[in-house]
């Protein structure tokens, strides 16, 4: 006679409760990596509530990120689980439900009132705000937090400086809209190529550019100062691999390829260790190898080699 431990009847009981799940398809939409863009003077929150069922909150948010990039046609900045949920938003949830934020970035408010009507289409609410509303709004925040607890606040604007006293940040100075602007175009600029000394060992970055994300400048730009930043070198070169484009599952995406030169074997596998850690393939060659691996980079799993977090 077979014996059932308690943890396989429920097992069971969650897997037949899936193949019922109104979410189950075999299709499902992993959580992609998050497409990190210059700070966009408009912003578009997306309030989000996950059901306890049987699937799992990465599913879900796999989904719904996958939802609002087809309804808006760019791809979410951030998303955000926050706990606990704003009190308008607590009467409508159960005591296992998860309420999560997710942020579009536009340039004009026409572009982010556009695709709040696709929202308003389907009933869902949205919250739209600028840089001057998100600025004034920290700032209250960030002065009551002194008020009360005579606590030293700091603030992280993502921009390279790290954690600082949010006064002394630029985003919080008279010039602040200059600070902004420079922003926006220090992202957007693609860096010059650094050329050092040809290096025996060769790593290849494949990266494929949505056309969804934004320009191909941005994105490539985004790339090599995140590549840089896991490599600890620069990229030494990189290339539009326009011949393998038909391999491609949009004719609208390009792929590219970011080289960085190594002199020794154990040096390229620690790199690569690191781009294994974050899910990204790369490939490794020395001088022996054949000629012209340069050009033909592996393009399989495209889905792993798209725009990085930043």
């Known amino acids: 006679m077979t014996k059932y431990s308690l943890s ?4 069971e009981a969650r897997l037949r409760g899936r193949d019922r799940c109104q979410h189950a398809r075999p299709d499902r939409a992993a959580v992609p990596e998050k497409f990190s863009y210059p700070r966009k003077p408009v912003t578009m929150g997306v309030p989000v509530i ?20 087809e309804m808006t046609g760019i791809a979410p900045f951030d998303w955000e689980h926050i706990s606990p949920a704003p009190e308008a938003y607590q009467w409508q949830m159960m005591r296992d439900d998860k309420f999560y934020v997710v942020s579009h970035g536009f340039d004009t408010m026409e572009e982010a009132m556009a695709a709040k009507a696709k929202f308003d289409a389907i009933n869902r609410h949205v919250n739209i705000w600028t840089e001057e509303e998100e600025r004034e709004n920290l700032r209250r925040h960030f002065e009551q937090i002194e008020k009360e607890s005579n606590e030293r606040v700091t603030y992280d604007g993502g921009d390279g400086r790290g954690e600082m006293y949010w006064r002394e940040h630029p985003f919080f100075q008279e010039d602040w809209r200059d600070y902004c602007q420079q922003l926006r175009r220090d992202r957007a600029a693609v860096p010059e190529k650094f050329s050092y000394p040809e290096k025996p060992i060769t790593m290849h970055v494949p990266v494929i550019f949505k056309k969804s994300l934004g320009g191909t400048e941005e994105q490539l730009a985004d790339a090599i100062r995140y ?31 970011v080289w960085f030169g190594f002199d020794t074997m154990d040096g390229a596998l620690a790199t690569k260790a690191k781009f294994d850690a974050v899910g990204r393939s790369v490939l490794i060659d020395t001088e022996e190898d054949e000629p012209g ?6 393009t399989d799993g495209e889905e792993e080699q798209r725009a990085p977090n930043l």
């Open 8 to 11: 396989n009847l429920k097992k």
């Open 50 to 69: 996950f059901r306890k069922c049987c699937c799992t909150t990465a599913e879900l948010l796999g989904d719904a990120i996958r939802q609002y990039t």
């Open 227 to 257: 590549f840089t930043e896991l490599a600890g070198i620069v990229p030494f070169d990189w290339k539009h691999m326009e011949a393998h484009q038909s391999k491609l599952k949009s004719p609208d995406d390009k792929l590219y390829v």
């Open 293 to 298: 691996l340069r050009q033909s980079p592996q």
